[in-house]
């Protein structure tokens, strides 16, 4: 039987960090991450994206995006609340 709870949960998150400078070899600098989005399972295989809210300097292309796996249970299963 499958676990509906599963499903109904993101699989990936969306995070986005801002720019903040260069260092000496001209290496971009980011600031700390911000959860923006997360990836939301489809029936029929692959998965949508859900933004809470887009940064405006990701429209400027001023930062960058990182995805990563949800963990199979997150804190408040594990009884961190």
Not at 46 to 63: A, K, N, Q, S, Y
């Amino acid at each position: 039987m499958k676990n509906n709870r599963q499903t109904n949960r993101p699989t990936h998150r969306i995070s986005f960090a801002r720019i903040i400078g260069q260092d000496e070899k001209g290496n971009d600098q980011l600031g700390s991450a911000r959860e923006v989005a997360s990836v939301w399972p489809r029936k029929a295989g692959g998965g949508i994206i859900r933004f809470d809210h887009i940064p405006v300097e990701l429209t400027r292309h001023e930062g960058v995006l990182f995805i990563t796996e949800v963990e199979a249970q997150d804190a408040s299963e594990r009884g961190f609340a």
